[in-house]
Every structure is written in structure tokens, then in C-alpha cells.
């Protein structure tokens, strides 16, 4: 479709899209040219298209199949399916992690990677293939989010090391002590799930690693010195190489897409640097079992999948 257009935000990661309307257009020639589109650039950033959260529904079905909001957390009563993050609610938990511990003398104070970046979901076997993340009250400057190009990662380190992360495997998990109940009554936890540290990806078969600053527990069978070291050097790669990263301005009515099986986010970055309301809807499309390049298929040691919405439940 020669009306469509890809400008990139970066030589290798992210395009704003141009030339279509994904409220009233979402025929399968424009939903297959914006999937050639997200597997090339991996983060899509469409501007002015207002859409109700119905529509965000649709358009997240058209990818392959919207997934109830979150696998802990309930999306809305109206529309199960979408998350809505309210950035003065989460304001407070921001500036308590920034304020460190309460007295300095009486604990070691954490290691901190200077952002949270991760990828959605990982302490489930099969993390959404694709997160969708509308603009609904955007503040006039602020609220960024951060990607970073996790094939590029993998790429820019040595083919040695790369070999070695080819057979290794990781342990992800979450739990929440007191979650509420699950619109669809399934269990809200807890979840653990073990990952190949190096996934290929199922459409375009390139390798990148899976790596996140949250969830991400220990790589399984090394010992815990081993395991914090080589996950300490993959973190501090992830934060500190500025050439793999994206960085995303909102506007209002921007809506996001990014390959969730390709890139980290992290956002907003900049939640306590401005006053203003921030409200995002965030769905998701039901991903697969991350395979890596030695055969082993992630599994789940405790929790179920996140499973695509029944068409009942997508519609409640």
C-alpha cells in the first residue's frame, strides 16, 4: 500500500507512520503492510488518531487476538481487555524509588539501573507478541517513553558470548500478595515462568536476548555471584548503549505499537519532572512459547498462559 509511509525515528529502531487512519482503515492489506512495517522497525508511532477503546480493541484483534488487560491487574469493567495507567496514581511509588532508603546508614542501598526497562510480562510463558498504547490525556511536555533494540543487543556483543547466552536459560516471576480477583476468574498469581535468555524470533528468525530489569530473577544453573554478574553486564548494556535506544514524544490521540518480542520499554521516564495528568490505554496481542536457538521452548513453572479474550469477554 504506496500510501503508507515509514519515517525512521533512528537508523535501526522505530518509524512514525504516516498515510493511514487505524480508526476507519483496517483492511488486511493495511493490517499486513503495518505488520511488514513493526517486524522492519519494531516500534510504529501513528499520530492524531482518535479512537475509542472499542476500536483499540479491534485494531489489537486484527494482529492476532487481544488478550485480557494484564495478567494480574483487571482492565476495565467495560472493556476487559484495556489497561488504563493513571500517572498521579503511580506518582507516589516513582518518588519513593528515587528517594532510596529511609536511613543510609542502616542498609545497603540497592543497585539501580537508572531506568526500568523490561519487556510485558515475561513471568508468563508466552508474553504478548504486541503492545498497543494509546494517548487518552497527555500532558503538553512530558511522559516519554524509551525503547531499546534488543536483536541490536544481542548483535553488538561478542560472537563468544553470544554463544555461550545461545544455551542458557532464565527464570522470570511475579507475585503480587494481595491481588484482586480476575475479571475471567482465573488465578492472578503468582507466576514464574523460564525463558530461553536468547529467543529467535518467530516471523523474521533473528535472535535477541530477553532480558528486563523487572522480573527477571536468575539464570538457571549458575550460581548466584555468576548469575547477578552476567545479569548485572547485560542490564548495564541495555541502559548505557545510547545508539540502540528510541525515544518516543507523546502527543495527544499518538498511539504506539511495538514488537514486544523484539524491544524494552521504559516510560514514562520523565513522570516526576511535570505536574500535568498522564492517562495511557494500553492492549495487548496474545503471543507465543519463546523458542531458543538451541530448541528449548519457554515453559511455565507456576501460573497459567496469557491467553487471547473469548469474543464475550472482549465485547463485556
Not at 488518531?49 to 487481544?66: H, I
Not at 494480574?72 to 476487559?80: H, M, Q, R, Y
Not at 498504547?133 to 524509551?146: C, Q
Not at 499518538?254 to 516510560?267: P, Y
Request: hydrophobic letters at 45%.
Amino acid at each position: 500500500m504506496s500510501e503508507i509511509g515509514f519515517r525512521p525515528l533512528t537508523p535501526i529502531i522505530g518509524a512514525e507512520v504516516a498515510g493511514v487512519d487505524l480508526a476507519v482503515d483496517l483492511r488486511p492489506a493495511t493490517v499486513a503492510c503495518l505488520r511488514e512495517g513493526l517486524l522492519r522497525h519494531k516500534v510504529l508511532v501513528f499520530r492524531d488518531q482518535p479512537m475509542d477503546d472499542a476500536r483499540q480493541v479491534a485494531l489489537t484483534d486484527a494482529f492476532g487476538g487481544a488478550t485480557a488487560a494484564h495478567p494480574v491487574t483487571n482492565g476495565l469493567p467495560d472493556a476487559p481487555a484495556v489497561l488504563r495507567t493513571v500517572l498521579s496514581e503511580d506518582r507516589p511509588g516513582l518518588a519513593a524509588s528515587e528517594a532510596g532508603p529511609g536511613f543510609p546508614l542502616g542498609a545497603t542501598a540497592p543497585r539501580r539501573i537508572r531506568t526500568e526497562w523490561h519487556v510485558d510480562s515475561t513471568f508468563v510463558a508466552n508474553p504478548n507478541a504486541i503492545t498497543i498504547l494509546r494517548g487518552v490525556e497527555i500532558p503538553p511536555a512530558g511522559g516519554d517513553t524509551l525503547f531499546a533494540d534488543l536483536e541490536a543487543l544481542y548483535s553488538g556483543l561478542s560472537s563468544s558470548l553470544r554463544g555461550y547466552l545461545d544455551t542458557l536459560q532464565a527464570i522470570h516471576s511475579r507475585h503480587d500478595p494481595s491481588p484482586s480477583p480476575r475479571f475471567d476468574g482465573k488465578p492472578a498469581g503468582p507466576f514464574v515462568a523460564l525463558h530461553p535468555l536468547v529467543r529467535v524470533h518467530p516471523e523474521t528468525g533473528v535472535r535477541s536476548l530477553l532480558v528486563s530489569t523487572m522480573f527477571l530473577q536468575a539464570i538457571r544453573g549458575l550460581n548466584s555471584r555468576e548469575s547477578t554478574a552476567l545479569l548485572d553486564f547485560l542490564l548495564d548494556e541495555l541502559a548505557g548503549r545510547d545508539e540502540i535506544h528510541a525515544r518516543v514524544r507523546w502527543e495527544q490521540d499518538t498511539l504506539v505499537m511495538w514488537d514486544n518480542r523484539a524491544v524494552a520499554h521504559a516510560g514514562p521516564v520523565d513522570g516526576l519532572m511535570f505536574k500535568e495528568e498522564r492517562i495511557v490505554h494500553r492492549t495487548t496481542v496474545v503471543g507465543d512459547l519463546p523458542c531458543g536457538p538451541n530448541g528449548f521452548v519457554s515453559k511455565a513453572l507456576k501460573g497459567g498462559l496469557f491467553e487471547a479474550l473469548a469474543m464475550a469477554e472482549r465485547i463485556a
